[in-house]
């Protein structure tokens, strides 16, 4: 792995875009090259500090991070394909429980079939305790049922390797916070699978959050999908007790990362108003209310800053979000998650200045709606990019490392919830990550 010069980052919290001072325009009595990022939130601060050092183009020869896949996944397939178009990864591993099952994962997606033999045929046999003593691999990929994570990203960091993990992160808080003080303690970049954070229409959206003349005040949000009976009735991870967490981790995660990152304040509390489970106690059907207030949570509902999102396992695809504000602002999206097309997708932001008596019945809603598209972005892609910059900096990025914690606190209050009839449940979870 080509490693860059040592750069020093700034930051400042004035909403601008980053301006990138180029070694050539560096001042001599500054020292090292000095990166300075305009960063309007927590999440651009992260991204665009990976993103701008890949931009400065001060290493002449391209640098790659070298990727071992650990596990075939279904998910693993579409982030093996983003590996391979990323101009700063390589995938030089493929690691399954057997040697035929890693071949026919490469055949599957086409793909060289010495992918899948690696240093000593490390990438393909039977343990993936090989991808961590491979010296040919910088940086693993964990796709693996959640209740393996722990496990294997605790073995990764004591390696010396960098990891790239699917969410839910853990079973719990508890195990995150763990995992997280492990990748710390060995100086190894952690990060979470959470694609569309690094897509360009998120970061366009979460510019507008920053704003401090326009602030969310309700977050409404769902991720579902219809899943088949043998499905529901345990015959897949996500509801056979391997990814505990079930609707709440594979779908709802998306709905709490993308009202933490709309009101940009810590979850105080929680109510799960609709739980379903399996009989073993996996849910597959949540409603739920998310409150960034703090005070009397029974007046919640009627106070700023409130998410309410419904994640289920019953029910026809939708991923749509909708955040409005005070004043009038409206953002909205329909295919949040995973955008319809690469090519272009889009958001809408409506503006309704004047506020519109309804029970008037000649009412007239004024406004102006525009729909804003966004071009040509690969959010997998796009991930993988911000993962080898992170890598290669080597410094630890504490807004991955609070996100992942923060999600988990609020799964684990919103599971006690449910456990509780729908009650009100503080989120807790001890002292909070200080920021290395």
Not at 120 to 130: I, M, P
Not at 202 to 220: E, Y
Not at 248 to 266: Q, S, T
Not at 320 to 341: C, K, L, N, Q, Y
């Amino acid at each position: 792995m080509h490693k860059l010069p040592l750069l020093r980052v700034q930051r400042t919290r004035k909403v601008k875009p980053y301006l990138l001072l180029s070694p050539q325009q560096q001042p001599q009595s500054l020292g090292p090259p000095v990166l300075l990022l305009y960063c309007s939130s927590p999440v651009m601060a992260a991204l665009d500090a990976s993103m701008a050092a890949l931009a400065m183009g001060i290493d002449a020869s391209p640098y790659t991070v070298r990727i071992g896949i650990m596990g075939c996944a279904s998910i693993a397939k579409k982030n093996a394909r983003a590996i391979i178009r990323s101009e700063r990864c390589t995938l030089v591993a493929v690691a399954s429980r057997s040697l035929d099952k890693a071949l026919a994962f490469c055949d599957e997606l086409k793909l060289k079939r010495s992918i899948a033999s690696g240093s000593g045929d490390a990438a393909s046999t039977d343990s993936y305790s090989h991808l961590l003593v491979d010296s040919n691999v910088d940086a693993v990929y964990i796709p693996l049922p959640t209740k393996l994570h722990k496990e294997w990203v605790l073995r990764a960091a004591a390696a010396g390797k960098h990891v790239l993990v699917e969410k839910p992160v853990g079973v719990n808080a508890n195990e995150v916070q763990e995992m997280i003080a492990a990748c710390r303690a060995a100086g190894v970049a952690f990060m979470d699978g959470t694609m569309f954070v690094h897509h360009r229409r998120f970061k366009q959206i979460d510019r507008l959050f920053a704003d401090t003349t326009w602030q969310p005040k309700r977050v409404t949000s769902a991720f579902t999908f219809a899943a088949p009976i043998d499905f529901l009735a345990g015959g897949n991870i996500r509801t056979n007790g391997m990814d505990p967490l079930g609707c709440l981790g594979d779908v709802g995660w998306y709905c709490i990362r993308f009202g933490m990152e709309a009101f940009k304040a810590r979850p105080a509390y929680v109510r799960a108003r609709v739980w379903e489970a399996t009989d073993g106690g996996v849910p597959t059907d949540m409603d739920c209310d998310v409150s960034f207030s703090r005070g009397d949570p029974e007046r919640t509902v009627l106070s700023p800053r409130l998410l309410t999102f419904h994640c289920s396992f019953h029910h026809h695809l939708r991923q749509v979000v909708e955040a409005t504000s005070s004043d009038g602002r409206i953002v909205r999206m329909d295919d949040f998650v995973i955008p319809r097309r690469e090519e272009a997708c889009e958001y809408v932001i409506e503006d309704v200045p004047e506020r519109p008596q309804l029970s008037h019945y000649d009412t007239v809603v004024r406004g102006v709606k525009s729909t804003v598209p966004v071009l040509d972005c690969c959010q997998e892609v796009a991930m993988w990019d911000a993962f080898a910059a992170l890598v290669v900096q080597r410094n630890r990025t504490y807004y991955y490392d609070d996100a992942m914690l923060r999600a988990h606190q609020v799964m684990d209050a919103l599971q006690e919830s449910g456990a509780q009839g729908g009650a009100w449940v503080e989120v807790k979870g001890g002292p909070w990550l200080e920021e290395p």
